[in-house]
Nanobody, 116 residues
């Protein structure tokens, strides 16, 4: 089993910054990928925000490019999401994802609220 624990969320004013962290533990293979998703409303699907593969290939949602940066400590199984110039539309519950092989694991989610 794999456990993911997110931290760093909270309330921030528009234009502000937050840094999310996710720590993975448990049975993790030598090849794994991690990412951040978000759900902006209960009725909406989770959407990809940023993803980083075991080979450091990175993808971002178009609307966060230039504002968000994903990074990680591969050996320590940590992934970060630096979020700058936050906008009210970034308000969501953010989820950490770890994938390995055909399995995917999710964190419990952390709230990010951006006030205008």
């Amino acid at each position: 089993q794999v456990q993911l624990v997110e931290s760093g969320g909270g309330l921030v004013q528009s234009g502000g910054s937050l840094r999310l962290s996710c720590a993975a533990s448990g049975t993790i293979s030598s090849i794994y990928h991690m990412g951040w998703y978000r759900r902006q409303a209960p009725e909406m699907q989770r959407e990809l925000v940023a993803h980083i593969t075991s080979r450091d290939t990175i993808d971002y949602k178009d609307s966060v490019k230039g504002r968000f940066t994903i990074s990680r400590d591969y050996a320590k199984k940590l992934v970060y999401l630096q979020m700058n110039n936050l906008k009210p539309e970034d308000t969501a519950i953010y989820y950490c994802l770890l994938s390995q092989g055909t399995s995917a694991y999710w964190g419990q989610g952390i709230q990010v609220t951006v006030s205008s």
